[in-house]
């Protein structure tokens, strides 16, 4: 690893391709390297008992879904600021990119998984 550093990533947890895609990336991308965990923002919106602490033991990324930015409003509003943002929808458009389906993966969909895994890998390192 070249960085030494552990990080949260933070996914969208919203019912938009673009959710989906970050929620994939961040599970695979978990899997993959021994820097980082992953954060449930749903558990994290509904106060749940361990995510009080783990939200506040490692910088977070945030891997926004689209504009609405979400995953940094629901963390500021548990009083927590966020190391470092990252919007799936951005990223995507910037490579002429877009998923389509909020619930399944298609070839699209594995290729934006692919591209945003290379965005968060290059943001962390």
């Known amino acids: 690893m070249a960085n030494e550093k552990k990080y949260a990533l ?5 019912m938009s391709p673009y959710g989906l895609i970050t929620r994939v990336a961040s599970v695979d991308i978990v899997k993959e390297r021994d820097d980082l965990i992953s954060i449930c923002m749903g558990a994290t919106s509904a106060d749940r008992e361990g995510f009080k602490q783990l939200i506040r033991k ?5 891997v926004n879904g689209c504009e609405g930015s979400c995953v940094d409003k629901i963390l500021e509003q548990k009083g927590v600021k966020v190391a470092k943002i990252i919007n799936a929808q951005e990223e995507l458009n910037s490579e002429n990119m877009k998923p389509t389906d909020p619930v399944r993966l298609d070839e699209n969909g594995e290729k934006c998984v692919l591209v ?7 943001l962390i390192d």
Do not use: D, L
């Open 10 to 14: 933070a996914p969208c947890s919203g």
């Open 58 to 62: 490692y910088p977070i990324i945030a």
């Open 116 to 122: 945003m895994k290379k965005k968060i890998n290059e």
